[in-house]
C-alpha cells in the first residue's frame, strides 16, 4: 500500500543445517530527475538518415521532412540530428543532409527524398564496397622526441622524402625537419610541432609506397587533415 513513509520487508531464511539469516529491506529513493541541458546549434548540423534500401532511405527522408515541417516544428533541429545519429538502428546503407538551419534540413531531406541533386545531401552509396588500404593521420600531440631518427639512418626512401621535404620546409616554417629528426629534439609550440608532425606522415607515406603500401582512401584529425589532402593530391606539399 501507498504510504507517507519508505516501505520495509523483513525477509528471513533458515537452512536445513541449522543457519538462520535474516535481512530488512527499505524501498529505494525516489529517483531525482537530472536537469536537461539543452544542445546547443553548432554552425552546421548533419542529419544521418539510415535503411535497408535507397527506397526506405527515400521514404524515411520523405515522413522525417514532412515531421519537421508539421508535429515536430518545435523540436530543435540539434535534437533531432542528435536523435537520428546516436537512437536510431543504423542499417547497410545510410544517406546524410548537411545543413545550417531548418529551412535547408527540411530543403535536403525532401530532396534526397525524390531522388535530386541539392547541396548538402549526400545520397547512399549503391555500388558493392570493396576493401582496401585506409591511411588514418593523427594531429598534434602524436609527437615525441627522436621520432623518426632511426627511419631517417636506416630508410633510403624515408630520407630521400625528407630531403625532397627539406627545401619547401624551410621556405615556409623557417627550421629544418631533417636536424629535428637527425638530432632527436624535441619539439614545442604549434609553429613547430604541426609542421614536423605533418613532415613525418609524409616521409612515412613515402616509405610505406615504397614497399607496395598505397592507401586508397585517406583521412586525418586536426594537422592531419592537411597531411590526407596533400597525400590525395587535392594539395601540393607548398600549399
Do not use: K, N, Y
Given at each position: 500500500p501507498a504510504v507517507d513513509r519508505p516501505r520495509r520487508a523483513g525477509v528471513s531464511s533458515f537452512g536445513v543445517s541449522g543457519t538462520n539469516a535474516h535481512i530488512i529491506i527499505e524501498q529505494a529513493p525516489e529517483p531525482e530527475p537530472e536537469p536537461?541541458?539543452?544542445l546547443t546549434q553548432p554552425a552546421v548540423t548533419t542529419l544521418v538518415v539510415s535503411g535497408k534500401s535507397g527506397e526506405r532511405i527515400a521514404a524515411t527522408a520523405g515522413a522525417l521532412?514532412?515531421?519537421?515541417?508539421?508535429?515536430?516544428?518545435?523540436?530543435?533541429l540539434a535534437e533531432v540530428a542528435h536523435t537520428l545519429n546516436h537512437h536510431r538502428a543504423r542499417w547497410g546503407k545510410f544517406a546524410t543532409v548537411c545543413a545550417r538551419d531548418r529551412a535547408a534540413a527540411v530543403?535536403?531531406?525532401?530532396?534526397?527524398?525524390?531522388g535530386h541533386h541539392?547541396?548538402?545531401?549526400?545520397?547512399?552509396?549503391?555500388g558493392v564496397c570493396g576493401s582496401g588500404?585506409?591511411?588514418?593521420?593523427?594531429?598534434?600531440?602524436?609527437q615525441w622526441a627522436g621520432m623518426g631518427r632511426r627511419l631517417l639512418a636506416e630508410e633510403p626512401a624515408f630520407a630521400v622524402a625528407v630531403d625532397e621535404?627539406?627545401?619547401?620546409?624551410?621556405?615556409?616554417?623557417?627550421?629544418?625537419?631533417?636536424?629535428?629528426?637527425?638530432e632527436g629534439e624535441p619539439v614545442a609550440g604549434d609553429a613547430?610541432?604541426?609542421?614536423?608532425?605533418?613532415?613525418?606522415?609524409?616521409?612515412?607515406?613515402?616509405?610505406?609506397?615504397?614497399?607496395?603500401?598505397?592507401?586508397?582512401?585517406?583521412?586525418?584529425?586536426s594537422m592531419g587533415e592537411v597531411t590526407a589532402a596533400v597525400v590525395s593530391g587535392a594539395?601540393?606539399?607548398r600549399e
Open positions: 536537461t541541458t539543452p521532412a514532412q515531421w519537421m515541417s508539421g508535429a515536430g516544428a518545435e523540436v530543435p530543403a535536403g531531406l525532401r530532396a534526397l527524398s525524390v541539392a547541396a548538402g545531401v549526400v545520397a547512399a552509396h549503391e588500404t585506409v591511411f588514418v593521420f593523427s594531429g598534434q600531440g602524436s621535404l627539406e627545401p619547401v620546409f624551410v621556405e615556409q616554417v623557417g627550421f629544418s625537419l631533417r636536424q629535428v629528426i637527425a613547430r610541432v604541426q609542421p614536423v608532425v605533418m613532415g613525418l606522415q609524409l616521409a612515412l607515406t613515402a616509405l610505406w609506397r615504397s614497399h607496395g603500401v598505397v592507401p586508397d582512401a585517406v583521412i586525418g584529425h594539395l601540393s606539399v
